[in-house]
């Protein structure tokens, strides 16, 4: 998956904003572009839905889809993600706990980005709702991303090599994922029109 599409249509505005987010390198989310389109745009419908393809529609609250979507989840789905993310920290956390008590080592435990919140957009328009909540599931992303990285740090020993080191096979993972399944199966992309 390419990212998330953002997308502000409120039932009452003539315009929508749409902002995209995406992992830009291994633990980093960034804004790739970003559109305001009024709805009397003669190509209104190709833009939106170019905008939207091989990306997760989410809506800002009160927004409603400006197109038939495939997939549609609103900014609420982000707060799955912050769950899984503290969840998948605890066993990180248990298991350098658990490797420091067997081998008497002393080990830095990890330390993790703080929970992010959704912040109020600065003014009642498409484009700053839009951003605040593309602020916000680039905060949330990068959390888990940060926190997959804390644990593949502690899968293979740097003196040694070997794996499994810290991290218990089932955490033994070579690769730092998008999402945890649970997250990706709710936030499938946009196939092509």
Do not use: C
């Not at 799955?80 to 248990?94: D, F, K, S, W």
């Not at 740090?153 to 649970?182: C, G, H, Y």
């Amino acid at each position: 998956m390419r990212g998330f599409a953002i997308i502000d249509r409120q039932p009452t505005a003539d315009a929508t904003a749409v902002w995209l987010t995406s992992r830009t390198d291994a633990t980093t989310v960034g804004h790739t572009n970003a559109v305001v389109l009024a709805d009397d745009d003669p190509g209104y419908v190709t833009k939106v839905r170019s905008l939207a393809t091989g990306r997760s529609v989410i809506l800002t609250s009160g927004s409603e889809p400006p197109l038939p979507f495939v997939t549609v989840n609103h900014v609420d789905v982000f707060d799955e993600l912050i769950a899984l993310t503290r969840r998948y920290q605890e066993r990180i956390g248990a298991a350098v706990q658990e490797y420091a008590g067997r081998t008497r080592g002393k080990l830095v435990t990890p330390r993790f980005l703080p929970e992010p919140e959704l912040a109020q957009p600065e003014g009642d328009e498409p484009r700053y709702r839009a951003l605040a909540v593309a602020d916000f599931a680039a905060a949330v992303w990068s959390a888990w991303l940060f926190t997959d990285e804390q644990r593949l740090r502690r899968t293979v020993s740097p003196k040694t090599q070997v794996t499994p080191w810290i991290m218990p096979p089932d955490l033994n993972d070579a690769a730092i994922t998008d999402f945890p399944a649970e997250f990706a199966s709710q936030v499938k992309p946009e196939p092509p029109a």
